[in-house]
C-alpha cells in the first residue's frame, strides 16, 4: 500500500521526521504554552483570595492613577485586598487638603499587549485576568464591545469570573481605554491555519504573537482531558480492523490537510454514514469527534442554517460532526450542505445598511443517520442535484459483520464495545488533533505534492466529475491518516488508512451507482411514473375508450411494451428538469427506441391523425 513516506522522496536533511524521532523534534520545537492564560496558573499557590497575609508591601502611588495589584497590599494602616483600583484623590472642600482615596473597581486584571488583524482593523486588547479559583485566564477582547455602556464586554468578564464593582463599573471602560501596553499580538477572528501557526480558542500552536480574538470569550470547543496515550491504546486501537471507524477518525485528521495539502482558502467536504439505527453511526461520530474534543464536540442537524454557519466558522480546520440527519429541515437541507461545503456563509447586511464581513471557513464534515442525504430531500419535496451528492458522500455504515463493526477486539458483542468506546472518549480527548497540527507544521515533506500521489492512485479513478471529486475527498481522508500514523498519533498499522479511504470510495461509488445524477433521477422518475400510471393513463392505440389525462398510448413488442409518451406527460414525469435534458438522458440510456430521422419524436397516426409521441422502453439495453 502506497504511504506518504513513499510518495515522495523526502528532501534532502528530513531524514527521521517521522515516527517519536519526530514528535521528540516538535516537542523541543513547540513548547507547552506556559503563558498564565493557557495554563491557570494560581495566583499565591494554594492560598485563598480572601486570606490576608502576614506581611504586606505598601506601593508608591502616583495619583491619579489606575493600577493592578496582584495580591493584598498596605496604604497607610488599612490592608487592601487584589484587585485593579482607582487611585484619586477627594474633591477639595473649601480650604481642606485633599485626601486619597482607593476605589476597587474588579479583580486583578491586566492589558498585556494590543490586538489587530493582519489588515490593521479589528482593534483589540489582551487581558489578563484571575477567576474566583484564583486561576489566570486570558482573553483577546475586541474594543468594539466597549460601545455604548460597555455591558456585552462586561457580561463576558463576569461570565468568566471577573468581580466588578456596580458603581465604580464605569471606571472598568475608562481604564480599558487608557490602555496602551507596548506589546502589538496579531488578533486571529478565527480558528485554525494564520500563516505557519494554527490558532485555537485557548492556544496557539506555532508562534507565539498571535492569538484568538471572539466576542465570546469562554466558547471552547477545543477541551481537553486524560492523555494522548490513553486515548491512542482505549480509543485508536480499536479502530484498527473497523474500515468505517477508521473511516470516520480520518475525516477528523483531514481538516488541517485542506489548506496544506489540498490548498484550498474555503470550502471542504464530508462524509455521511448511513444505516439501521442502534448499530454504531453515534459511537463513530463520539470517536471522531474525541481527536479534538469532548463528547460535546459531536453535535446534532436540528439547527438552522445560519447556526450551522456559525459553527462552521468556530470550528475552521478542523472538524464537524453532525448526528442524525432527520432532524434538519428536508427542505433546507440541500443549500445547507452546499454551503458547508462552499465554506461561505450568506451575505447579510449590517444595522447601517452596510454589508457585514462574510464569515469563511474550511471545515471536513461527519454526518449520520438512517436515510441518505437524497432520501431526506425527497422528503421535503427536494431532488438532490450532482453538486450536493458530491459535497456529502453517502456511506452505508451498518453493514459490516457486527453492525458498524468488523472487529470486537475480545469484546463479546457489538453493544459492549461501542460502550467501551463511548465511555473511553468521554475519558480521553482533544490531544490526538493539536498534536496532528504540531507535526504538520514541522513536517518539510511537499503535502500538495503528497496529495496529488495519492488521486493518483488506481482505486480513485473515476468515471465522471461527480466522482472525480469524491475520489479527491477520500484521497485527502488517506493521505491524513497515513500522516497521523507516520507522526506516531495513532498506532496503525502503515496501509490501514489509505486502505480504509480506497474501501469508503467503493462503497459510496456502489451506493450512488452508475451514471450521472440528473440521469440516474430522470431514469428512474420515468420508471416510477409507468408503474403508477400505466394502467390508468396509456391504453392501447387502437382503444378507442376515453383516458383521463392521458399520458400516452403503448403496444407490445417482442422485446417489451413500448410507451409512446406526449410531451407534457413527460415532463410531468420528470417534473424540475426540462424537457431536452429529459430527453438526452432516455436517449443515452437507450430507452428512446424509435424516431424519426434527426429528431427524438415519432410520427404516430392515432384515430386518423398524425401526432409526435416519444417511443420509450425503459431497461432497454443499447442504443437505437
Same mark, same amino acid.
Given at each position: !500500500?502506497?504511504?506518504?513516506a ?15 524521532? @519526530? ?16 495554563q ?9 483570595a ?6 504586606l ?28 483600583y ?5 474633591n ?29 482593523e ?15 485566564? =486570558?482573553?483577546?477582547?475586541? !474594543? ?6 460597555? =455591558?456585552? *464586554?462586561?457580561?463576558?468578564? @463576569? ?9 465604580n463599573r #464605569? ?51 477545543f ?15 480499536l ?9 470516520? !477518525? *480520518? ?23 448511513v ?41 475552521n ?8 440527519? #432527520? ?22 447586511? #449590517?444595522r ?21 442525504? #437524497? ?7 427536494? +431532488? ?5 451528492? %458530491? +459535497?456529502?458522500?453517502?456511506?452505508? %455504515?451498518?453493514? +459490516?459483520t457486527?453492525?458498524?463493526f ?22 480521553h ?5 493539536p ?13 500538495? %505534492? ?6 493518483s ?23 491524513a491518516?497515513?500522516?497521523a ?12 488508512? !489509505?486502505?480504509?479511504? @480506497? ?10 451507482? =452508475?451514471?450521472?445524477?440528473?440521469t ?53 414525469? %420528470? ?5 431536452? +435534458?429529459?430527453l ?11 424516431h424519426d ?25 443499447g =442504443?437505437?
Amino acid at each position: !500500500m502506497l504511504e506518504p513516506a513513499c510518495l515522495l522522496p523526502k528532501p534532502e536533511g528530513t531524514e527521521g521526521t517521522h515516527g517519536t524521532t @519526530l514528535i521528540s523534534s516538535m516537542v523541543e520545537q513547540f513548547p507547552e504554552e506556559n503563558s498564565p492564560g493557557n495554563q491557570g496558573n494560581l495566583l499565591r499557590a494554594n492560598t485563598p483570595a480572601d486570606v490576608v497575609p502576614e506581611k504586606l508591601s505598601e506601593p508608591d502611588i502616583s495619583r491619579p492613577e489606575f493600577r493592578t495589584h496582584d495580591d493584598w497590599f498596605q496604604l497607610g494602616n488599612h490592608n487592601h485586598r487584589p484587585g485593579l483600583y482607582w487611585h484619586t484623590w477627594t474633591n477639595p472642600r473649601g480650604d481642606a487638603e485633599p485626601e486619597p482615596i482607593d476605589e476597587w473597581v474588579c479583580t486583578p486584571i491586566h492589558a498585556d499587549a494590543i490586538t489587530a488583524n493582519e489588515r490593521d482593523e479589528s482593534f483589540g486588547l489582551l487581558l489578563r485576568f484571575v477567576n474566583p479559583n484564583s486561576q489566570w485566564r =486570558e482573553w483577546a477582547a475586541p !474594543m468594539h464591545l466597549l460601545k455604548g455602556s460597555a =455591558e456585552e *464586554l462586561r457580561g463576558e468578564l @463576569l461570565n468568566m469570573g471577573v468581580r466588578i464593582d456596580p458603581k465604580n463599573r #464605569s471606571l472598568l471602560a475608562k481604564w480599558l481605554m487608557e490602555s496602551y501596553p507596548k506589546p502589538r499580538i496579531i488578533a486571529a477572528l478565527r480558528t485554525g491555519w494564520h500563516d505557519e501557526s494554527f490558532v485555537l480558542p485557548q492556544r496557539t500552536i506555532g508562534a507565539r504573537n498571535i492569538k484568538f480574538q471572539s466576542e465570546h470569550a469562554a466558547h471552547n470547543d477545543f477541551v481537553t482531558a486524560g492523555t494522548l496515550e490513553g486515548w491512542q491504546e482505549n480509543v485508536a486501537a480499536l479502530c484498527k480492523g473497523n474500515p468505517v471507524l477508521l473511516l470516520a !477518525m *480520518l475525516a477528523a485528521f483531514a481538516g488541517p490537510l485542506l489548506k496544506r495539502a489540498k490548498q484550498q482558502e474555503t470550502g471542504g467536504a464530508g462524509i455521511h454514514l448511513v444505516g439501521d439505527s442502534s448499530l454504531g453511526k453515534t459511537t463513530a461520530l463520539q470517536v471522531a469527534g474525541s481527536t479534538w474534543g469532548a463528547p460535546g464536540f459531536v453535535r446534532t442537524w436540528r439547527a438552522t442554517s445560519n447556526g450551522l454557519e456559525a459553527t462552521a466558522a468556530t470550528l475552521n480546520d478542523t472538524l464537524l460532526v453532525l448526528d442524525e440527519i #432527520s432532524e434538519c429541515d428536508p427542505r433546507e437541507i440541500g443549500a445547507i450542505v452546499y454551503s458547508l461545503a462552499n465554506g461561505v456563509g450568506k451575505q447579510r447586511a #449590517s444595522r447601517t445598511g452596510s454589508s457585514r464581513e462574510t464569515a469563511r471557513w474550511r471545515i471536513m464534515a461527519l454526518s449520520s443517520g438512517e436515510r441518505s442525504l #437524497s432520501a431526506h430531500m425527497i422528503e421535503g419535496g427536494k +431532488r438532490i442535484k450532482a453538486g450536493q451528492e %458530491a +459535497r456529502l458522500l453517502d456511506i452505508p %455504515a451498518t453493514t +459490516r459483520t457486527h453492525g458498524l463493526f468488523d472487529a470486537l477486539h475480545e469484546f463479546p458483542d457489538g453493544r459492549s464495545f461501542a460502550d467501551s468506546l463511548k465511555q473511553a472518549t468521554g475519558k480521553h480527548y482533544g490531544h490526538a488533533g493539536p498534536a496532528f497540527v504540531k507535526a504538520l507544521i514541522a513536517d518539510t515533506q511537499d503535502l500538495p %505534492a503528497l496529495y496529488a500521489k495519492a488521486c493518483s492512485l488506481p482505486g480513485f479513478t473515476g468515471h465522471d466529475g461527480v466522482e472525480n471529486r469524491a475520489a479527491g475527498v477520500f484521497a485527502l481522508l488517506g493521505l491524513a491518516g497515513e500522516l497521523a500514523t507516520e507522526y506516531a498519533i495513532t498506532g496503525w498499522d502503515k496501509g490501514d488508512a !489509505m486502505d480504509a479511504a @480506497l474501501l469508503g470510495f467503493d462503497l459510496w461509488r456502489e451506493f450512488r451507482g =452508475e451514471g450521472q445524477t440528473e440521469t440516474r433521477q430522470i431514469l428512474k422518475a420515468v420508471s416510477d411514473f409507468i408503474l403508477r400510471n400505466g394502467d390508468a393513463r396509456f391504453s392501447t392505440i387502437d382503444d378507442r375508450t376515453a383516458v383521463r389525462d392521458r399520458a400516452g398510448y403503448w403496444r407490445e413488442s417482442a422485446e417489451g411494451r413500448i410507451y409512446l409518451f406526449n410531451s407534457p406527460a413527460l415532463q410531468e414525469a %420528470a417534473t424540475g428538469f426540462d424537457l431536452r +435534458r429529459i430527453l438526452t438522458a432516455l436517449k443515452s440510456a437507450g430507452w428512446i427506441i424509435e424516431h424519426d430521422t434527426g429528431k427524438r419524436s415519432k410520427k404516430v397516426k392515432v384515430a386518423g391523425s398524425s401526432i409526435n409521441l416519444y417511443a420509450i422502453r425503459p431497461d432497454n439495453g443499447g =442504443e437505437s
